[in-house]
């Protein structure tokens, strides 16, 4: 674990800004300003003291830290140094889609405080109550190990997606987003951002998007989706029980196989052709569930017809693709210049394509 700090490193966290006409902006804007942001915990009532913090969480757009004070501890999620298209990373919308699904039921973290304001440190952000727990990716913590715990991993988080696709559509959920038309937007959407995103040409791309619009499915029913559900972004009070649900910034309304699709697609699996995308190298490990057992469980548990789902798994790979190219492209134009996943990009979204491509195969030959 990272040890907490109380001292600006000068780059990413600073006690103030410069001040004045002769104050020099730096460089790279920090992503806290200590002063502004203690008067804003003053403000929602966090206890006095000194303030510590740590980054927490391994995404690569926004951005979240663990803060204590006063024997406080919240945790501050904001998006990451601009620029970046206007309405993507909107740490206030995520913040409305937390509250409305906890309102629900479903397991997230409780939103305590919402700063609209980008001069407290930058960005607008939100405080939520830190949630304690283990986030599996590529190790397994202590307790987590054994082979009966390895599947009481995963079902518990092909359980919880079938919860949350089973929150009804009412109330402050009713206005998460529009579920007609979901999949047509999602293809068009990404298929204009390609151009937006990358300076190379990887045809393949390109050509997707064209396969995918004409072979989509009919979407059987709406849900909330959540859009980058994976299990890197569950954090477990054990391995049969899933302690909360985070990163909501993509979640919406739409077809709920689009979550099934990604968590297949980012579930490692021995034998298959590595990408940017296996987010779970641990899965790779014996013991583990296989992907037809995650589509099967669900499937059981929900009555869904998951017979097209490897158009979903396209879907949802040709969309990596495209928001990893973003991610080269910044990294290329000096704006990441710490990141050490961004280079292999260069052959990551060319692998990406190329698995979407096959799962897109899959189901035009109508194969899971």
């Given at each position: 674990?990272?040890?907490?700090?109380?001292?600006?490193?000068?780059?990413?966290?600073?006690?103030?800004?410069?001040?004045?006409?002769?104050?020099?902006?730096?460089?790279?804007?920090?992503?806290?300003?200590?002063?502004?942001?203690?008067?804003?915990?003053?403000?929602?009532?966090?206890?006095?003291?000194?303030?510590?913090?740590?980054?927490?969480?391994?995404?690569?757009?926004?951005?979240?830290?663990?803060?204590?004070?006063?024997?406080?501890?919240?945790?501050?999620?904001?998006?990451?140094?601009?620029?970046?298209?206007?309405?993507?990373?909107?740490?206030?919308?995520?913040?409305?889609?937390?509250?409305?699904?906890?309102?629900?039921?479903?397991?997230?973290?409780?939103?305590?405080?919402?700063?609209?304001?980008?001069?407290?440190?930058?960005?607008?952000?939100?405080?939520?109550?830190?949630?304690?727990?283990?986030?599996?990716?590529?190790?397994?913590?202590?307790?987590?190990?054994?082979?009966?715990?390895?599947?009481?991993?995963?079902?518990?988080?092909?359980?919880?997606?079938?919860?949350?696709?089973?929150?009804?559509?009412?109330?402050?959920?009713?206005?998460?987003?529009?579920?007609?038309?979901?999949?047509?937007?999602?293809?068009?959407?990404?298929?204009?951002?390609?151009?937006?995103?990358?300076?190379?040409?990887?045809?393949?791309?390109?050509?997707?998007?064209?396969?995918?619009?004409?072979?989509?499915?009919?979407?059987?029913?709406?849900?909330?989706?959540?859009?980058?559900?994976?299990?890197?972004?569950?954090?477990?009070?054990?391995?049969?029980?899933?302690?909360?649900?985070?990163?909501?910034?993509?979640?919406?309304?739409?077809?709920?196989?689009?979550?099934?699709?990604?968590?297949?697609?980012?579930?490692?699996?021995?034998?298959?052709?590595?990408?940017?995308?296996?987010?779970?190298?641990?899965?790779?490990?014996?013991?583990?569930?296989?992907?037809?057992?995650?589509?099967?469980?669900?499937?059981?548990?929900?009555?869904?017809?998951?017979?097209?789902?490897?158009?979903?798994?396209?879907?949802?790979?040709?969309?990596?693709?495209?928001?990893?190219?973003a991610i080269y492209t910044r990294w290329l134009d000096g704006q990441r210049p710490d990141d050490a996943f961004a280079p292999a990009l260069a052959d990551g979204v060319p692998a990406l394509a190329e698995a979407a491509a096959h799962a897109l195969h899959r189901h035009e030959r109508g194969s899971r």
């Amino acid at each position: 674990m990272t040890a907490l700090a109380s001292a600006p490193d000068g780059v990413d966290v600073v006690r103030a800004l410069p001040a004045g006409d002769d104050g020099a902006a730096p460089a790279r804007p920090p992503l806290l300003v200590l002063e502004p942001l203690g008067r804003f915990l003053d403000g929602v009532g966090m206890p006095a003291g000194e303030l510590a913090w740590r980054r927490i969480g391994d995404g690569q757009a926004n951005v979240t830290y663990e803060l204590r004070r006063g024997g406080d501890r919240v945790v501050l999620r904001r998006g990451p140094r601009p620029p970046f298209p206007p309405s993507a990373h909107d740490m206030l919308r995520e913040a409305r889609v937390v509250a409305a699904v906890g309102a629900a039921g479903v397991p997230v973290p409780v939103v305590r405080a919402v700063c609209d304001d980008p001069a407290v440190v930058g960005a607008p952000f939100y405080l939520m109550e830190l949630v304690e727990g283990q986030v599996v990716t590529d190790h397994l913590p202590a307790g987590f190990d054994g082979r009966g715990a390895r599947a009481d991993l995963v079902h518990a988080a092909v359980d919880a997606l079938a919860d949350l696709h089973a929150v009804p559509l009412d109330g402050d959920v009713a206005g998460l987003g529009r579920p007609d038309g979901y999949l047509d937007r999602q293809v068009r959407r990404f298929a204009q951002l390609w151009p937006l995103n990358t300076r190379r040409s990887v045809p393949l791309v390109e050509t997707l998007a064209g396969r995918l619009a004409a072979t989509r499915p009919a979407p059987a029913r709406a849900a909330v989706v959540h859009g980058d559900y994976r299990l890197g972004n569950l954090m477990f009070a054990a391995p049969g029980r899933v302690a909360a649900i985070l990163d909501w910034e993509m979640a919406t309304l739409g077809d709920p196989l689009a979550d099934l699709g990604y968590l297949v697609a980012t579930y490692s699996a021995p034998g298959a052709a590595p990408t940017p995308m296996d987010l779970t190298p641990v899965t790779a490990g014996p013991g583990f569930p296989t992907r037809t057992d995650l589509v099967d469980r669900y499937a059981a548990r929900t009555g869904a017809d998951v017979g097209e789902l490897p158009w979903y798994e396209a879907l949802a790979l040709w969309k990596s693709a495209i928001f990893c190219e973003a991610i080269y492209t910044r990294w290329l134009d000096g704006q990441r210049p710490d990141d050490a996943f961004a280079p292999a990009l260069a052959d990551g979204v060319p692998a990406l394509a190329e698995a979407a491509a096959h799962a897109l195969h899959r189901h035009e030959r109508g194969s899971r």
